[in-house]
């Protein structure tokens, strides 16, 4: 697949890659035959008021409004006869898969890609600097065997990882979905403060000049994988890193270095495009080349052999699909449960006490047939369970490629390696599956660290962290200089000594949009707000969670002023204490005892104001 990486860009190009410097202006160029066709790239954007006068002024002009265009690749510019006159289409260079790459003959076009001036010298890397691979996994929950207690989980190569480094046991995102986690956790900043709490934008996003509207990105914010490209590293990616387009095209340029593109993801839905297949997913008997995290764990070999060619320090970053839905995964990864008896769980009832305005339906490829009131089918359940298992161990297999690969290369020793989720997952606990809670499966994530030199092999820590920790964690283990503007802390004092605490809380939070007429208040059911505007929320969940309490308050939203009512809606309060994070059949989160412990409720309200200050910041103190 790198191979098949660079063969795409050769073809954007048309032609022969330059072979020498960039060129910082545009060229006059001949019209050609055959040319890439826009149509075939992701949302290609034609010009409007576009006018020339001959063919390579009409290039020249089309490759100059590409250059002004930040999330512009290539171009194309098409001929009389062809178009109705001349046009220009700014392009991607996303590759829709099975798409063509090039028109029929006879049209007169031509392309190219974007000319660019040669980039700013970088920073150099420290002496003795450290590599970076990041493997980030999605929807994946702490369902491991060695790393988290799950003895019948078939997960070898994140075992042997576990036993390398250092698990985490109380690691929590910061909104349990996708984009407002993953735009969290790769800038170190919260979703108040980047003001992304559904799908609606990205960090990358100025409200004031969106790039949906031709606007410039904002570049204030420096992500995880630009602060290592700004200090001389080499940064490489595929997969689901960022979420699809948020930010657009995984952030290049901006996250990314130009000697290899990087290599998105691609979906893959069961047969026929269908997702909600259900708990049985769609497993299939073919070859693990046909798979899209096999693609991935290949590429990823590539980059690292890439990394070893040229000999600089790198950054790379993994993002594998599964155990996302539907569970389009290789058939014998489920047979190898056949014979492991799956238990469902000892609560799935909605716990006793809890508001209705916390329930939510995700669906997530595998059905509401559930309610408040009814739990999903034991049969159901189970299969549900059997089936996620199955894509967990399918995707250790797949990243076990990539280890393996580190060290036959010799960089294990130099390279700090950690693997996450973007977020938990529910299996039935608490009548409730998928994402989309400020619950302990949604918001826990699975974190396993190993950095040799740091000397914690197979130790475990019960330290409370967020994922807006790694970032800042990942520069001083590499040895940068202290990120500015990230509002995470660096976990590094806990590698040093497991029983150090450098959070008294984690945070998270989780918006709900009602339809309209729908009257807000503790017994409201309304879903998630998909990409709808910060206006349309209608109600915030806010939890915190310490060593031994999780609160959650709900609060109504003011979507003027885009921050919670003062005034809280419902509450829930669960105990945690002695939770070792290892029993998914705990009865930890099982009642809300919120109405009975007033005293512990008022100083976890304290904890919580403290650490949403900001969406808090008009409000009455506590």
């Known amino acids: 697949m790198l191979l098949m990486s660079v063969l795409l860009k050769a073809v954007v190009s048309w032609g022969s890659a330059p072979t020498g410097p960039t060129p910082s202006v545009c060229p006059s160029a001949t019209m050609q035959p055959t040319c890439f066709w826009a149509g075939q790239v992701k949302k290609g954007t034609q010009l409007a008021n576009f006018s020339c006068a001959t063919d390579s002024d009409c290039a020249a002009t089309c490759c100059q409004q590409c250059i002004e265009n930040a999330y512009c690749a290539t171009w194309t510019v098409w001929g009389p006869g062809s178009r109705d006159g001349y046009r220009c289409y700014l392009t991607t260079n996303t590759f829709e898969p099975n798409g063509n790459t090039s028109h029929p003959p006879a049209v007169n076009c031509t392309s190219g890609v974007k000319p660019l001036p040669p980039p700013p010298p970088t920073v150099p890397p420290p002496k003795n600097a450290k590599n970076v691979l990041m493997i980030v996994v999605d929807d994946m929950r702490a369902q491991m065997n060695v790393a988290y207690g799950q003895k019948f989980m078939i997960t070898p190569n994140l075992d042997k990882l576990a036993n390398e480094g250092i698990v985490f046991n109380n690691v929590y995102v910061q909104m349990a979905w996708c984009s407002p986690s993953r735009n969290s956790f790769m800038t170190s900043r919260y979703p108040d403060t980047l003001q992304i709490w559904n799908f609606g934008k990205s960090f990358r996003n100025n409200p004031e000049n969106p790039p949906t509207s031709g606007g410039r990105p904002d570049t204030s914010v420096v992500p995880l ?15 689901k890193i960022y979420h699809p387009n948020t930010p657009p095209n995984n952030d290049e340029p901006f996250s990314w270095s130009e000697d290899i593109p990087y290599f998105p993801l691609i979906k893959q839905d069961c047969p026929g495009g269908v997702t909600q297949i259900g708990c049985g997913g769609c497993p299939q008997n073919l070859r693990d080349e046909e798979f899209f995290d096999w693609m991935l764990a290949n ?47 000892k609560y799935p009832d909605w716990a006793q006490a809890q508001p209705p305005c916390a329930f939510i339906c995700g669906g997530d490829g595998v059905g509401c047939d559930f309610t408040i009131n009814q739990p999903r089918p034991t049969n159901e359940t189970v299969l549900c369970r059997k089936t996620y298992y199955a894509a967990v161990t399918a995707t250790d297999n797949y990243v076990g490629l990539v280890l393996d690969e580190l060290d036959a290369l010799g960089f294990t020793n130099d390279t700090t390696t950690v693997i996450f989720g973007d977020h938990g997952w529910h299996l039935g606990e608490g009548d409730q599956f998928a994402k989309y809670t400020n619950l302990e499966f949604a918001t826990r994530t699975p974190f396993i660290l190993r950095a040799p030199w ?31 503007q990230t509002e995470g802390t660096s976990l590094v004092p806990v ?22 007429g729908v009257e807000v208040n503790a017994s409201s059911l309304c879903g998630m707000c998909g990409s709808a505007p910060s206006a349309s929320i209608s109600y915030m969940g806010y939890t915190v969670r310490s060593a031994t309490w999780r609160w959650v308050e709900w609060h109504k939203w003011n979507g003027t002023a885009l921050r919670p009512v003062c005034a809280i809606m419902a509450t829930e309060l669960y105990p945690h204490s002695g939770d070792s994070g290892l029993d998914f059949d705990s009865p930890f989160e099982a009642a809300n005892i919120a109405a009975d412990r007033a005293t512990q409720g008022t100083a976890m309200h304290r904890i919580l104001r403290t650490k949403f200050r900001k ?8």
């Open 495 to 516: 590698l040093k000594d497991p029983t150090a605490n450098i959070n008294d809380a984690a945070s998270s939070q989780f918006a709900h949009c009602c339809e309209k």
């Open 615 to 622: 969406a808090f910041a008009h409000c009455p103190a506590p």
């Open 299 to 345: 590429h990823t070999v590539g980059l690292l052999r890439y990394a070893k060619q040229v000999g600089r320090p790198f950054f790379i970053g993994a993002g594998f699909r599964r155990p996302h839905t539907p569970w389009y995964i290789n058939k014998r990864f489920v047979d190898m449960y056949d014979s492991v008896p799956i238990k469902p769980p």
């Open 454 to 484: 740091m000397a914690v092999a197979g130790s475990r820590t019960n330290a409370i962290a967020e994922l807006v920790d790694l970032y800042p964690t990942l520069a001083e283990l590499a040895g940068l200089p202290p990120p500015q």
């Open 225 to 239: 994988p630009e602060y290592f490209k700004n200090h001389g590293y080499l940064t490489l990616g595929g997969g």
